[in-house]
């Protein structure tokens, strides 16, 4: 029997688009909302945009992008849009894809052949789509990018291989930059382009974002830019410097203005398409909107029933707001937070940029917009949030009494006053963790810092070899008010010596990440070296020290393998692989080598050089 109803086949631009646009009207008064917002959190400015099918129905700057000069924000103004990067990044993906070049079910190690994962589980089962939401089970370590940044792509991939997954492939959503680096990495290596000439060619180029950027450098030569600020203490708006994110850029380099970023979201919204041209395959934009992984239950609470699910796409988080199918995806970084969203089956999208630190405005501002332009009932998200606040403080208090009435009950039990183990300058040196970099630790009087490429901490001794890191910036010195979480935990050898500081910086993980320590090693002339090659003995031993063609230094003990010394000070040696010895020579008045002293955990041994 047929059926009475016709059947139609809906294209997809279709299927998420209304007949009618939706009129600017409905937006009435969100001036004041934002203003409202904007006074609640005390930030210092935010750019908007709303699109609706394939128009920009509304754009518009708050506030300021610079407060110093007192210098308004508007629409065009630029500003780092973070982690709102990461769906560019996916999307050069299925461009690829529909021309033929991978498939999202290939291993990445197919086509960046010196990437390795941490484990043969990794390495041998990890598919493109793991990378792309974040179902590897290798926590973020963030820090490793963020404190030993580099322009070396390469480079910073290869640390991959050195940090430890806290779950098994698949079984839990945990966000990884690391992974979008990789992805960008796969785009170059088969398009023989950069990462950047990708997205400035794919993207900005069609999508007539002429002044939208991916670096700092290109940023700061602009006029209409924003300055990033923090909210310090609760009350207090000062500057940040802007984050060079070097190699990390695939992951949130670009810095774009909301106007701009308004045709971003038209081709999400009108099936791939701008102006009627195909920019992303149509079987992307359906795939890369659904879900691929579960970050969070997020179920339904009294307060907002219809708000919940928490998913994961391509590069873009999937929620139920307020019953609309909502696809989003934030943004962070030094002195700027995002939020890059749209609604499929409304054809709206909302783009919120802000000049604040870690801040709750785009969340805010976009919820503001939506609920209007959605036209669903209003809720004040200014007091929202002032409400939100109110009880973290009241939060906060109970847990500070809690501490007190602690202290009140240990009263008794008096404080140890402690001091390091070692003399300050044992603590200096290097330190190296192959997963994530170098730094080195100093001595300023009886002070040590230490010293990253784009920072510098004052560790402040708290016990024992424990150390709190505070940072010190060239504006505003050492706040010892700002207490850090962090803390640099030194370890010994078992010959007693400082061998490593452990850091707690990947809290998926159940231990810290441990630095080695290097001690300072002095480069010396073959020359200067060759002084002490010979043949040592002792308790009928020869120990033999030669020098080779690499113009190296070592030592042979019969029976053991040969170890390479390293020049550490005056006639002072450490070995390159073995923690904790180290070998010494000892001289005649007139400068001749007679005795090597090896130096071990079990002891002192003198040999005496023969001849």
Request: proline content about 4%; aromatic content about 12%; overall charge negative.
């Amino acid at each position: 029997m047929k059926s009475s109803f016709p059947f139609f086949v809906l294209s997809l631009s279709l299927l998420f688009s209304p007949f009618f646009g939706i009129s600017q009207d409905r937006l009435k008064n969100i001036e004041k909302d934002i203003e409202r917002i904007l006074e609640a959190t005390k930030a210092p400015g935010v750019a908007v945009a709303v699109v609706n099918r394939d128009q920009t129905i509304y754009a518009q700057g708050f506030g300021l992008r610079d407060v110093e000069n007192n210098v308004p924000m508007d629409e065009n103004t630029l500003l780092a849009i973070g982690s709102s990067t990461k769906a560019f990044t996916c999307a050069v993906l299925g461009q690829l894809r529909d021309e033929g070049e991978l498939s999202f079910d290939d291993s990445p190690r197919d086509y960046v052949l010196d990437l390795s994962f941490y484990n043969d589980e990794l390495n041998n089962n990890i598919i493109i789509q793991d990378l792309m939401s974040h179902r590897t089970g290798i926590p973020r370590h963030d820090y490793s990018w963020y404190l030993f940044p580099t322009d070396d792509r390469d480079s910073l991939l290869h640390r991959i291989e050195h940090h430890e997954p806290f779950t098994g492939l698949r079984q839990q959503w945990y966000y990884n930059n690391f992974m979008y680096l990789t992805q960008g990495v796969i785009t170059e290596r088969i398009t023989g382009k950069s990462w950047e000439d990708n997205i400035r060619e794919r993207f900005f180029a069609p999508l007539d974002m002429t002044r939208s950027n991916l670096s700092i450098d290109e940023l700061e030569k602009e006029s209409n830019k924003a300055i990033g600020y923090e909210l310090h203490q609760d009350s207090i708006v000062r500057a940040m410097d802007y984050y060079h994110i070097a190699a990390m850029a695939p992951a949130g380099s670009i810095n774009s203005s909301v106007s701009e970023m308004a045709n971003w979201l038209k081709v999400w919204i009108n099936g791939g398409k701008l102006r009627e041209k195909q920019i992303l395959p149509e079987s992307y934009i359906t795939e890369a909107m659904s879900s691929h992984a579960v970050i969070t239950g997020a179920l339904p609470d009294m307060t907002h029933p219809d708000m919940y699910l928490s998913n994961y796409g391509y590069g873009w988080m999937i929620n139920s707001y307020r019953g609309h199918y909502r696809v989003e995806h934030g943004g962070n970084i030094d002195g700027f937070s995002a939020s890059v969203a749209f609604y499929p089956t409304d054809s709206i999208g909302i783009v919120v940029l802000t000049n604040q630190n870690g801040s709750a405005v785009p969340s805010l501002v976009r919820n503001a917009i939506a609920d209007k332009i959605l036209e669903e009932e209003y809720i004040d998200w200014a007091a929202y949030y002032l409400d939100q606040q109110g009880e973290d403080e009241e939060e906060n208090s109970a847990d500070e009494d809690e501490d007190d009435s602690t202290e009140e009950e240990n009263a008794a039990t008096p404080l140890l006053i402690t001091t390091p183990s070692h003399p300050i300058a044992d603590y200096t040196g290097s330190y190296h963790h192959p997963g994530y970099g170098r730094f080195t630790i100093s001595a300023h009087e009886d002070s040590l810092f230490a010293r990253f490429k784009l920072m510098k901490f004052y560790l402040k001794h708290e016990h024992y070899d424990i150390f709190e890191p505070l940072q010190v910036s060239e504006d505003y010195g050492i706040d010892t008010t700002d207490s850090s979480p962090l803390r640099f935990n030194f370890t010994t050898n078992d010959a007693g010596e400082i061998a490593s500081v452990k850091l707690r910086i990947e809290p998926a993980l159940d231990h810290p990440i441990e630095f080695k320590h290097e001690p300072e090693v002095v480069e010396l002339e073959l020359s200067e070296i060759q002084i002490y090659e010979g043949e040592y003995e002792i308790a009928g031993a020869t120990i033999k020290v030669y020098t080779k063609a690499d113009g190296e230094l070592y030592l042979f003990v019969p029976g053991q393998p040969e170890y390479q010394l390293l020049a550490s000070g005056d006639d002072l040696f450490i070995f390159k692989d073995l923690d904790g010895f180290k070998a010494s020579f000892n001289k005649s008045a007139e400068g001749t080598v007679t005795e090597l002293v090896l130096h071990q955990p079990n002891g002192t041994f003198t040999a005496k050089r023969k001849g």
